[in-house]
């Protein structure tokens, strides 16, 4: 079976190192907030080009803990999108503000910058930009709306580890930029983790305090009330390995993606992704739109083939938002037509040529079938 995504496989690519920093971190005696850890924080610091990095949990974590270095709470609203994995908007909720979501525009699928004047008001403090599938938002209209308005700008890269914007990475625009290292991500751990990345000094204090317990200045005594999320050093250790490779896994799936490109654009039936100008994608998921595409991740099953959907159900319309959220009075239909018409292709950086061949040929065949049946 070919699947969307195969954290495994990159595992095996890098068994012997994993295996190896793996067994020293169990040999170090010393577990959480560890050597290891540090040397992620620096690392993935330099890679992005920032000042400070910290260590989480996961990346809802990440998200939440951001808005709460940025003292944002019960009272004050956060813009963002509906098309987003529901940790964007959870992480909103569980400080105790109201996410305000705005659509999309239809051509890359991410935040609508002409849509963010209609939902302002005084008590607007955050954007959560979400960079999708690998690539960025418009960064330079959101960033000129957060100065011109005075609220903050928190990048959601966890979708994109590496790409750029206008030769810059994801994660060095934002007051706060957050990231997942869940095991499918562009970097990811075999496990849970999470990322956050800041140029202010005092943020960076506050958001180390916030990941344990409060305590910004010394151990045991709360400034203020904080939570455990903490990195450990198993996984730190894992991402220590696979940051090497980074830039050559992103090449992979760039290389990958434009293979896609260059052989679907002869099949009507679905339509490929496109880069926005500025950007660098570096396709965490390859997704295509198909009117048919119910039928298509059916045909592609049946022939041993497993394609995602990213993301099925608009946050908007989940039964656990209701009343909880507000959105766009200009509505979300870019958001909810194409929720029924997304694909995501399997792509992963170990994906051979063969494997693509296969994908490629079945979507094929599958067309020719649409076009027979007409």
């Not at 609203?77 to 964007?88: D, K, L, R």
């Not at 206008?166 to 934002?174: D, I, P, Q, T, Y």
Request: hydrophobic letters at 40%; one cysteine or more.
């Amino acid at each position: 079976m070919l699947l969307c995504a195969n954290p495994l496989a990159q595992f095996l690519s890098m068994q012997d190192e994993i295996e190896s920093a793996v067994l020293k971190a169990l040999r170090s005696g010393s577990y959480i907030l560890g050597n290891e850890l540090l040397k992620l924080e620096k690392s993935f610091a330099n890679y992005i080009d920032v000042e400070h990095c910290i260590g989480v949990a996961n990346g809802t974590d990440a998200l939440e803990i951001a808005l709460l270095s940025l003292d944002i709470g019960p009272g004050d609203e956060v813009i963002t999108v509906s098309h987003t994995a529901v940790a964007t908007i959870s992480a909103i909720k569980s400080t105790g503000a109201t996410p305000v979501l705005v659509d999309i525009d239809p051509e890359y699928f991410t935040m609508d910058p002409s849509q963010l004047t209609s939902v302002l008001n005084d008590k607007t403090k955050a954007i959560i930009a979400v960079h999708l599938y690998g690539m960025s938002v418009d960064l330079d209209a959101i960033q000129n709306f957060c100065k011109q308005n005075r609220i903050f700008l928190i990048e959601d890269v966890a979708q994109a580890h590496g790409a750029l914007w206008n030769g810059r990475k994801l994660g060095s625009f934002g007051d706060v930029a957050c990231f997942s290292c869940y095991p499918t991500k562009n970097l990811g751990a075999i496990g849970d983790a999470g990322l956050i990345t800041v140029k202010n000094s005092e943020i960076a204090k506050k958001i180390r305090g916030l990941r344990e317990y409060g305590w910004a200045s010394k151990r045991n005594f709360s400034e203020y009330f904080g939570r455990n999320s903490r990195l450990d050093e198993i996984q730190a250790a894992i991402l220590n390995i696979k940051l090497k490779y980074l830039d050559k896994t992103n090449a992979s799936r760039k290389s990958l993606a434009d293979n896609y490109i260059n052989r679907l654009k002869t099949i009507k039936s679905v339509i490929t992704p496109k880069c926005r100008k500025g950007s660098d994608h570096v396709y965490h998921l390859f997704v295509v739109k198909c009117s048919k595409r119910d039928e298509l991740i059916s045909y592609l099953n049946k022939n041993g083939i497993v394609a995602g959907i990213h993301y099925p159900t608009p946050v908007h319309l989940q039964l656990g938002f209701k009343g909880k959220i507000k959105t766009s009075p200009l509505g979300l239909k870019n958001t909810e037509n194409i929720a029924k018409e997304i694909i995501s292709l399997p792509l992963y950086p170990e994906m051979t040529s063969l494997e693509l061949d296969k994908v490629i040929k079945t979507i094929a065949l599958f067309d020719k079938k649409i076009k027979n049946i007409k």
